[in-house]
C-alpha cells in the first residue's frame, strides 16, 4: 500500500506476556519513529530510526521495550513482561528525512490492551 | 529542554473562525508543524511553518512568530469535521517532533 501499515491493528494480551508490534514504513522513508498514546492524551515519543544511523531510544520509558528496523524498513516494537500501564494505542510514522519538512506519515496504530 | 503550550480544548460554533495557539521553548528551531487527529484515528499533517508569517490552505492557515515563540492555527468556517484535536509540533535539529497533549476543538451547530 501506499501509507504506513501497522500489524495487528488491536492487541489483547496478559499482564506478563511479551508483545511485538509491526510498523511497515512508506517506501523509501529513511526516517521511522514510535509513539505511544494514551486515551485522551497526546503522543509519547518512544524511539526513532534515520536511516543506518544508531536509534535515538531516548523516550522508551524502561528496558522493556525495545525496537529494531530490519534493512532500514520494516520495524518492530517489543514490549516485555508487559503491564497494565503499557495498554494504549502505539503508533508508528515515517518520513524521507527527519531534518526536513517533509510531514510524518502515521499510521493508523495498534490498540494494545493488557489485562 | 524543551516546553509547549496550547489550551486543551476549545469550542466553536459551525460557521464560525476559530485560532488554536502554541507556544513553545527549544533549542535549535526549525519550524513548526500542525497535526489533526479524530478521535480513533491516526494524526494527518495539515500545516508546516518554517519562516514567519501565514501559510494559507483553503480554509486553513497557520501562523509562525519565530521571535516569540509562538504559532498559531486558524481555521474558518467551520465545519461539524473539523471537531478533532489538533497537535502543535515544533521541529527542532535532527531529532522527532515533539508532541504535546494537544487541543481538543468540538464545533457545535
Known amino acids: 500500500g501506499a501509507g504506513v501499515s501497522q500489524s495487528p491493528s488491536n492487541k489483547v494480551t496478559e499482564k506478563g506476556k511479551d508483545v511485538e508490534l509491526r510498523c511497515d514504513p512508506i517506501s523509501g522513508h529513511t526516517a521511522l519513529y514510535w509513539y505511544r498514546q494514551s486515551l485522551g492524551q497526546g503522543l509519547e515519543f518512544l524511539i526513532y530510526?534515520?536511516?543506518?544511523?544508531?536509534?535515538?531510544k531516548s523516550g522508551l520509558p524502561s528496558d522493556r521495550f525495545s525496537a529494531e528496523r530490519t534493512g532500514g524498513s520494516v520495524s518492530t516494537l517489543t514490549i516485555q513482561r508487559t503491564q497494565q500501564e503499557d495498554s494504549a494505542v502505539y503508533l508508528c510514522?515515517?518520513?524521507?528525512?527527519?531534518?526536513?519538512?517533509?510531514?510524518?506519515?502515521f499510521g493508523d496504530g495498534t490498540r494494545l490492551s493488557i489485562l | 529542554g524543551q516546553s509547549l503550550e496550547q489550551p486543551s480544548e476549545v469550542t466553536a460554533v459551525e460557521g464560525a473562525i476559530v485560532q488554536i495557539n502554541c507556544t513553545y521553548q527549544?533549542?535549535?528551531?526549525?519550524?513548526l508543524s500542525w497535526y489533526q487527529q479524530h478521535d480513533g484515528g491516526a494524526p494527518t499533517f495539515l500545516s508546516y511553518n518554517a519562516l514567519d508569517g501565514l501559510e494559507e490552505t483553503g480554509r486553513f492557515s497557520s501562523f509562525l512568530s519565530r521571535s516569540d515563540s509562538y504559532g498559531y492555527l486558524l481555521l474558518q468556517e467551520l465545519q461539524m469535521k473539523d471537531s478533532a484535536s489538533y497537535f502543535c509540533?515544533?521541529?527542532?535539529?535532527?531529532?522527532?517532533?515533539?508532541f504535546g497533549k494537544g487541543t481538543r476543538l468540538s464545533v457545535i451547530a
Open positions: 527549544t533549542s535549535g528551531f526549525y519550524g
Open positions: 510514522a515515517s518520513s524521507g528525512t527527519a531534518a526536513s519538512a517533509q510531514p510524518q506519515h
Open positions: 530510526f534515520q536511516g543506518n544511523s544508531a536509534p535515538d
Open positions: 509540533a515544533p521541529r527542532s535539529g535532527n531529532t522527532p517532533l515533539v
